[in-house]
């Protein structure tokens, strides 16, 4: 029971004051951030939810917290590592869209304030169609594997 | 009524003696469930700095079952995932473990500096070591496992990327080059062939 009310409670929490925001009915759940020492940048994660009949696209992401976001990806090919930027990433009519370790994630620089493991940190993420989204990310230590939850 | 005890223990000690001819046949080419690399990689070799800053060579680390991974600070996703990973492999291992260093190569030595590095491979297991050097010196390792790494363009704000190879090495106390590990391979499979190279004993 505990695990449906927590995203419902969330998902609900989030939705009062940001029906006008996102049109797009994107709602954002597991959202968090890995805390590198120093000024290192930051992955963040998160699982987007697009509850409405047209597909939505990620476009970018802002933060009080930081000097800047960056929507990436982390591909594996030929026994490579790389890192691309990426434009926009869609998030298809009813379904979701994971930004996890090892693929989508925004890449967080310059902290403006030293982040700590169990800050809250709100991320801003931006939509093709001008819409925004304000989510907290819960900050958690550097060899955390998820958001905890 | 002796009769069928008799071949009750029979039955029960078959499996036990198979496993026993399985290990002796075995001996000298452990099960390994990662890719064996045993005699097809060189030994470990370096003179690189350690992340408090001694120069440190391949020699100080006998003894140890050793993790070799190619990575960068700045590398937000992959590095720090495939780090956490490495953590949670160690402490599946309990005190075993203890045994084991994760070396952390730097590919990009002119930001990681031992300082840096030492924060850095800290915050993910204490077990960790931040290795960096001289260009030279770090191509020189990645070469000799056929790894790769490059620096791509910097944005406008001066950052950068590095690709880099992905492949975790694993040696055995003696500085012998066993088994690679590739990223999407079952963290089992590490931890199982880790706790083989582990229970080899002390060699060094």
């Known amino acids: 029971m505990k695990r449906v009310v927590l995203p419902l409670l969330f998902a609900g929490l989030l939705g009062t004051g940001l029906a006008h925001a996102a ?8 959202a968090w951030i890995r805390v590198l020492p120093g000024d290192l940048p930051a992955g963040a994660y998160v699982i987007l939810r697009n509850d409405s009949d047209r597909a ?4 970018g992401a802002s933060s009080p917290a930081y000097g800047e976001a960056m929507l990436h990806e982390s591909s594996s090919a030929g026994g490579m590592n790389r890192m691309t930027m990426v434009d926009a990433l869609g998030i298809p009519a009813h379904g979701t869209q994971a930004l996890k ?7 967080l620089m310059h902290a403006k304030h030293p982040v700590q493991p169990g800050d809250t940190v709100r991320v801003v993420l931006e939509f093709g169609d001008g819409s925004t989204l304000p989510v907290d990310f819960t900050a958690r230590p550097a060899n955390a594997l998820d958001d905890g939850r | 009524m002796k009769f069928p005890r008799l071949l009750r223990l029979a039955l029960l000690l078959l499996p036990l003696a198979g496993a026993l001819l399985l290990t002796a046949c075995h001996r000298d080419a452990p099960p390994f469930k990662l890719t064996n690399i045993s005699g097809h990689m060189p030994d470990l070799q370096f003179q690189l ?12 680390y006998r003894g140890k079952v050793l993790l070799l991974y190619f990575g960068y600070t700045h590398c937000p ?4 995932l495939t780090l956490a990973q490495l953590h949670v492999t160690l402490q599946k291992l309990g005190k075993p473990g203890d045994d084991v260093r994760i070396l952390f190569v730097s590919v990009d030595p002119a930001r990681d500096t031992p300082a840096v590095l030492h924060a850095y491979v800290n915050a993910f297991d204490k077990r960790a070591v931040g290795l960096t050097g001289s260009p030279r010196a770090i191509e020189a390792l990645s070469k000799r496992y056929r790894s790769a790494f490059t620096r791509e363009p910097s944005g406008k704000d001066g950052n950068y990327e590095v690709t880099h190879s992905s492949a975790i090495y694993v040696f055995d106390r003696d500085g012998r080059a066993r088994v690679l590990s590739t990223p999407g391979t079952p963290q089992d499979d590490l931890v199982h062939d880790l706790q083989l190279l582990l229970g080899a004993g002390t060699s060094a």
């Open chain 1, 23 to 30: 049109p797009g009915h994107v709602t954002a759940s597991h």
């Open chain 1, 56 to 59: 939505v696209s990620l476009t």
């Open chain 1, 101 to 107: 370790p090892g693929g989508y994630h925004l890449m």
């Open chain 2, 49 to 60: 700095t350690d992340d408090n800053g001694n120069a440190v060579s391949a020699a100080d």
């Open chain 2, 77 to 80: 996703d992959v590095c720090p």
